[in-house]
């Protein structure tokens, strides 16, 4: 008898956590060295397998054209021999980060005379839900097995076939150092339920990563049994306080809103301090409409800035709380730093807050009682990332309180356990 | 025009967390001296309002023992003014803690200039679904209320009058101290739904502990959208070694079975090297068996027991990867320690396991290869406890590996955020 369709569907997924399982197993204690081999390998396979992989992406770009799809979905779905460089390369500079496995972080000694200590250990088998960019495939597989994961990986479906194609080199590299290669795998279905029934196997998969828009960030919130840390938006704010300097005002204004505006850590909102406002509001907005950017302002703003002849327009409610991804800004007068902070409580998704001042009493109260993945104080919203942290290479940037927040490096994908040694000890 | 009750439910639930979020927002930046002003006081409120409280328990008795419940149940339900005391007292103790919230974990400074901290901060609010047990009200409302959280406390319903009294005492003690009675609600309702309508508000709770067993867990993981660190069971294993010495063998079964057989860290499976089995299984079962344990065993186990006139039954299948929480122990003998270490990967609960060897490097595999919140080497599976480990006091313990793994004291309440200065640095 033949079986439906779905059953087969969560038949297939089953037995690839189940591979993924096993091989996290052994990569749980995989000697750093053969880690770091199977990456090296890996990076020269990307290499022998270029015209493969150029080829299959050369595929789903075409596919994706034909889709519809704009030009800056293409570009991040295309590859060429540079890009393919530069993945390898990325590769290379995993295998040179230290180890997080193993790693004991803390240790003492009880009165009894047990020796205690906490040590990290993989999570286990990572389940990463992304968009089309066939980079992330490589990354996120090179994250894990450093960090001793396996990796079930789900890029949007208009990047499988370049998924696919690279998953294979990476094989190549994990198989050279004689480690599974189940211990990276790409979902080879475009079927978007083979994410769901991936969701449901909380006995397989330790965590589940979704990283991407709203909708896809919903759907997998509410379908999965395995706990999830949520890659979500960046609804970020600045704070310009009654004494922020002129010219850092329109340094961090700028940086925040023009230098990557369809980045998570761009700033989405301007809030200014009513004391200030006169003197602030005309020459940063005036700088930022000049390079393009659509101030979408509360009525005190508005008048401010017509009246200085910077355009601008009356903001919608909407507007705030809003990712624009794009050249606009939404922007308001508040009369003090209270109702700023009380505004980010509101609007704010977690991610990156940023206050202007040179008050020390503000900077502190602003530092301890805004809730994000990082506050920053005099400087700019775009430096909440792993790199320029000081982290190295990460995943994400995690919007989810629990287990990670803020960048995801490799010590955010390991977890702790406590051993305990002693010498027939018995609990009285 | 009436609302369906369900609806209302809903309404009454969502109002319910949407008043822990905003308590939770005041609790995060709130002085230590207050937060511990607020525990004393509340410490002080149990015993003016204790007739109060233990006329509520013993209506929750009377009514669990006209529901046909257990003497164990009815012993855990109880309360006394000697078991107020102690409550009391624990309150005292959490107030005597040191305070983890704005501990700066670690703090570096970037080639740039950027000074960049990871503050611990509380994670929200949490809610807390568990098994009727008064006690838990109060120590959990205590342990989120030093991390600077709001709780949402969710007993089993045969203590809903216990937890509803206690919490009034709990909240005299938080106003006392100015901070909102909000900041720890125990559900005023038995009515099941209300716990699946609370896991669908992720906007608003930050975290979902559910500590109790397996229907319970499962029915949280499965219907949850709020993030879920479980507290799951304890399929706890000791493995004796071909070097383990005997008495230190007797004592560490002993300890593990039979001390406290109904608890998460108590011992459910004994794994006997097959090099020491005809030494050390039958003086090991004997005692046991003396204790009143009824052995399970294997059929090479079998022998060796019967052969030395110790009672014991074969096992079946199904008693390997069983929480008795009882006087029942599955034994089983094994070629090698590779056996042993694939027995615990397939069967156990990533709670607490454990080795007796004089080998180190035995030690050393076990220690390194066994995934679990807590791997003991020569010391009984009892020692995972958060008093035992010096955490201080603990919510529970943690089987899920994101976040928390093990015992959950006061930090593993608690998230880090990253806090970074510059002089108005932007991004190159």
Redesign the interface.
């Known amino acids: 008898m033949r079986q439906p369709a779905e059953a087969t569907l969560e038949q297939e997924m089953r037995r690839l956590a189940e591979a993924a399982r096993g091989a996290a ?1 052994l990569l ?2 995989a000697p750093t060295a053969q880690k770091d081999a199977a990456l090296r390998e890996a990076a020269a396979a990307l290499a022998t397998r270029s015209r493969a992989i150029l080829e299959a992406n050369r595929a789903d770009v075409d596919a994706a054209r034909q889709a519809g799809q704009g030009a800056a979905f293409l570009d991040r779905l295309a590859l060429d021999p540079k890009r393919l460089d530069g993945i390898a390369r990325a590769l290379r500079e995993v295998a040179s980060l230290p180890d997080p496995v ?1 790693e004991v972080t803390s240790s ?1 000694r ?1 009165p009894n005379g ?1 020796a ?1 200590k906490k040590v990290r ?1 993989p ?2 088998v990572v389940l990463m839900v992304y968009e089309a960019r066939p980079n992330v495939t490589v990354d996120a597989a090179a994250l894990c097995l450093k960090s001793g994961n396996a990796a079930i990986l789900r890029p949007g479906s208009d990047a499988l076939r370049s998924s696919l194609a690279l998953s294979e080199a990476f094989a190549d590299g994990l198989a050279a150092a004689g480690l599974p290669r189940e211990a990276a795998q790409v979902v080879p279905t475009p079927d978007r339920e083979a994410t769901f029934a991936l969701l449901q196997l ?1 006995e397989l998969i ?2 589940a990563i979704p990283r991407g828009g709203p909708s896809l960030i919903r759907a997998v ?2 379908r999965s ?1 395995v ?3 949520k890659h979500y938006q960046g609804v970020c704010h600045l704070f310009l306080d009654a004494s922020a ?1 002129l ?2 005002a329109v ?2 204004a ?2 925040g809103k023009v ?1 990557r505006p369809g980045v998570c850590n761009a700033l989405e909102c301007l809030l200014v301090h009513r004391a200030a406002a006169a003197k602030l509001l005309p020459p940063v907005g005036r700088a930022l409409a000049a390079a393009g950017v659509e101030l979408r302002c509360d009525p005190t703003a508005l008048t401010l800035l017509r009246r200085a002849a910077v355009k601008a327009v009356a903001a919608r409610p909407e507007d705030y709380g809003r990712e624009f991804l794009d050249k606009i800004l939404a922007v308001r007068v508040v009369p003090h730093l209270d109702a700023a902070l009380d505004h980010i ?1 509101r609007y704010g998704s977690l991610h990156t807050e940023a206050i ?1 001042t040179r008050d020390l009493p503000s ?1 502190r109260r602003f ?3 805004v ?10 919203t ?4 792993g790199g ?3 982290l190295g290479a990460e995943i994400g940037i995690s919007t ?4 990670a ?3 995801m490096g490799l010590a955010e994908l390991t ?13 009285s």
């Open positions: 197993r749980s204690y193993g003492w009880r047990l205690v250990i999570l286990g909380d330790d965590l919130a509410e049994r706990p999830v840390v300097p010219d850092q340094a961090l700028m940086n230098q409580a202007l900077a530092e301890r009682e809730t994000a993945s990082a506050v920053m104080v005099n400087a700019s775009r430096f909440n990332d320029e942290l000081g989810t309180k629990l287990h927040f803020g960048p977890t702790q356990k406590y051993v305990v040694e002693g010498d027939g000890h018995i609990r």
